[in-house]
């Protein structure tokens, strides 16, 4: 029982958890204290009382100073675990029977507080109650795959003003992808599925003639088109000869604004979430593994029901969506920002970027080069022959034979991660030999190797994948290949970047680079007048800072203490602590903690900001940027010791990065806004943070940086200068 599970008797818990604490309550404990040792003092002093006055017999010299420096610590955790008995309570026991739960109310309160297992609990359970209740949702869909069917269809669309279409086609990546079958209704519970293509021998609808035919409607501006995943399906309609131009609700991105922080805004979620329902899965009809069918295989009959289906379901979903990004002031977010970047995004996917292949195998062959040496290097320096790659046979030289300490453990064993190294490369050389090597590895393996093998045939260029509904903050985030964490921090990773060129013969790459956008973006929040008149001179801002915290004239700030201060700035942005940044800078957590004191000293208008902004963020539950985008933060309303907690660390930086996000979107519909006007030949390639990467006519470079500056800097009204660097050249690199 418990004696023989904990070690302790049951009239022992309470000390026994007043010692060990409960970082999932909050209860601090004592440091070094865990469940064994717990435990053994218990069994060898009693209680709490006799532990603490006893400190001195503790084994261990540690364990004895934190058993006396935070005694009080222990007795007040005594207290935040121990059950209050002597509160008077009044019980209506007619209340407190258990009736039948209230699932679809459970349902909506577990998602409110985020208890998202909970929720989908309740979800399951409501599942089941309606399918009991109803039977199977009661759904009618009609086949098209003759040409008299399809003329029927095509009668009774042609007033439809508003309608949902899903295509399923031959591939995932919508550039490789042919249309197999269009899914289309305007009302729920029903809808078409037009074959056109199928099994060998199936009827369908000649692929041109639906095309031809859809052409009208889906590129009028004024007939609505509701879809799941918009972007994916535009890219598919262009390769089939169709630019969409109604684009209404994406109910992807539309979830995404409503709760940026769910697991996934994918169909199948949505379904559950929104119509407590479960959708058929499409492994039901491809299968998985080797065996796995093209949706050409598939049977018309069974691609029709699941066409249909997922037409119908978002349908559904974009009738629920729509009205509550309305209730939540987020409908305008949607329609005017994220809505017209899709079209954006989707163009830059199509345009892609290309790729010097020859440049890459020439950079792959230096680095294999120079990681062959890196290696003799490594097993001179360890004395011996060992797999470096293996963290087993690593740790083995790193601590059985050069005997560094052992900073942090895994299940497996001694971690050698980044972290670890970083810290024993203070006293010895190798790990600092093994950091440059994962790091080359890595880049050879990522890039220099991978990228050649993912350029598109038939364009010669990278076609990257960008995303809307990644990052919480706002941010796009980049896949397939991923071009936005190309290492830049050495000068192997900043060359990959050499090997990206422009699209034309003698044309130039323009990139455009906000100056310092969330530092700024954080002056025109906290109005910080000392932080706003550094940015209106056009001051160095580290510098100035740098200044102010150690009291000296700007001209006598030195790089040392410019870093520092770069690294606070930076710091209050993410919420660093005192430990975070004495670790990130070697120094004293006494040294940093007094650092960052005298910096919200000396700048009291981002005190302010950072407490308004948790105020707010504890009241409503969530954080808001500049244009009213929200992300739910989990667990601001919990009381954390010590500096900010994660939530709160979070709150701020959504504010001041989401709105630096806000920014940047609100500049790409600018600039290819002012593109369109002057019919510029220039074409928008890249979204890297907060850069904007361009190809150009050489002689259209000074006409594309004057006006693409301008719309980036006056993007948004901020109350601090907006500043937009750039360069050109003949490759990403020189030009960035």
């Not at 119509?275 to 899965?281: D, G, K, V, Y």
């Not at 699941?306 to 009738?319: H, L, P």
């Not at 929040?525 to 056009?538: I, P, V, Y």
């Amino acid at each position: 029982g418990l004696l023989e599970d904990w070690g302790v008797r049951a009239d022992q818990v309470i000390d026994f958890q007043s010692l060990v604490g409960d970082s999932v309550d909050n209860v601090p404990g004592v440091p070094l204290v865990g469940p064994k040792k717990a435990s053994a003092l218990l069994q060898q002093f009693g209680t709490l009382e006799e532990v603490l006055a006893n400190a001195d017999k503790a084994p261990g010299k540690k364990l004895q100073e934190n058993l006396k420096n935070f005694a009080d610590q222990a007795l007040m955790s005594r207290e935040l675990v121990t059950l209050r008995t002597d509160l008077p309570l009044e019980i209506d026991w007619d209340a407190a029977r258990v009736q039948t739960p209230n699932h679809a109310r459970l349902y909506e309160l577990f998602t409110d507080f985020g208890f998202r297992r909970y929720a989908s609990e309740a979800q399951t359970a409501l599942n089941e109650s309606k399918t009991e209740a109803k039977g199977e949702h009661k759904r009618t869909w009609e086949i098209v795959q003759t040409d008299a069917q399809f003329d029927a269809f095509m009668e009774q669309i042609k007033d439809v003003k508003r309608l949902c279409v899903d295509l399923e086609t031959s591939s995932i990546n919508p550039l490789h992808a042919d249309i197999v079958g269009w899914a289309i209704c305007w009302e729920s519970n029903t809808g078409f599925y037009i074959a056109v293509d199928g099994p060998k021998g199936s009827n369908v609808v000649a692929p041109d003639k639906v095309v031809a035919a859809l052409k009208p409607i889906l590129e009028d501006p004024n007939i609505e088109v509701i879809n799941q995943n918009i972007k994916y399906d535009m890219l598919v309609m262009r390769r089939a000869g169709i630019e969409l131009h109604g684009l209404g609700l994406d109910t992807m991105v539309g979830d995404y604004l409503l709760d940026a922080g769910a697991i996934s805004h994918g169909l199948d979620e949505l379904s559950k979430r929104y119509l407590f329902r479960e959708m058929i899965p499409i492994s039901d009809l491809i299968g998985k593994g080797k065996k796995q069918l093209q949706m050409f295989d598939v049977e018309i009959d069974k691609a029709a029901e699941y066409a249909t289906e997922d037409a119908d379901v978002t349908w559904q979903i974009a009738e629920i969506i729509g009205p509550r990004l309305k209730e939540q002031g987020l409908w305008d977010l949607y329609w005017d920002l994220e809505r017209p970047l899709i079209h954006i995004l989707a163009d830059m996917e199509w345009q892609g970027i290309r790729v010097d292949v020859k440049e890459l195998k020439r950079q792959s062959a230096d680095v294999s080069v120079r990681l062959d040496a890196l290696v003799a290097e490594i097993h001179d320096i360890a004395g011996q022959e060992f797999n470096i790659a293996s963290p087993k046979q690593l740790g083995k030289i790193l601590f059985d034979e050069l005997k560094l300490p052992v900073l942090k453990r895994t299940k497996t064993g001694p971690s050698t991660n980044e972290e670890v190294l970083q810290r024993l490369a203070e006293q010895h050389p190798l790990p600092a030999k093994i950091m440059e090597h994962r790091g080359l590895a890595k880049l050879k393996s990522t890039y220099l190797d991978a990228l050649p093998n993912m350029v598109n045939p038939a364009t010669g260029r990278l076609h990257t994948s960008f995303s809307q509904t990644t990052a919480a903050t706002g941010r796009l985030s980049s896949s397939d290949p991923n071009l936005q964490n190309i290492p830049i921090r050495t000068e192997e990773g900043r060359r990959v970047r050499k090997a990206f060129i422009p699209s034309e013969a003698g044309w130039r790459f323009v990139c455009l680079d906000y100056s310092q956008i969330e530092l700024r973006m954080l002056a025109h929040f906290c109005k910080d007048d000392a932080l706003m008149q550094a940015f209106r001179e056009g001051q160095d801002i580290h510098s100035v800072v740098a200044a102010q915290v150690y009291d000296v004239e700007l001209g006598d700030v030195t790089t040392d203490m410019r870093r520092v201060a770069k690294a606070v700035n930076f710091g209050v942005i993410y919420g660093q602590s005192s430990y975070g940044l004495a670790a990130s800078l070697k120094i004293s957590r006494e040294d940093a903690a007094e650092f960052i004191d005298d910096y919200f000293a000396r700048y009291p208008g981002v005190t302010e900001f950072v407490e308004q902004t948790l105020d707010e963020c504890r009241d409503t539950g969530y954080a808001k940027t500049i244009l009213g985008r929200r992300r739910e933060i989990s667990g601001i309303r919990s009381h954390r010791f010590g500096n900010l907690n994660l939530p709160e660390r979070t709150a701020v930086n959504t504010v001041i990065q989401g709105s630096a996000a806000d920014l940047i979107k609100q500049a790409m519909l600018n600039v290819r806004q002012r593109q369109m006007e002057l019919k510029h030949p220039s074409r928008m390639l890249l979204q890297i943070h907060d850069e904007l990467v361009f190809e150009t006519p050489p002689e259209e470079v000074d006409s594309l940086i004057e006006f693409a500056r301008k719309e980036m800097e006056n993007a948004l009204p901020l109350d601090v200068p907006v500043v937009v660097d750039f360069k050109s050249g003949d490759n990403w690199l020189d030009a960035d």
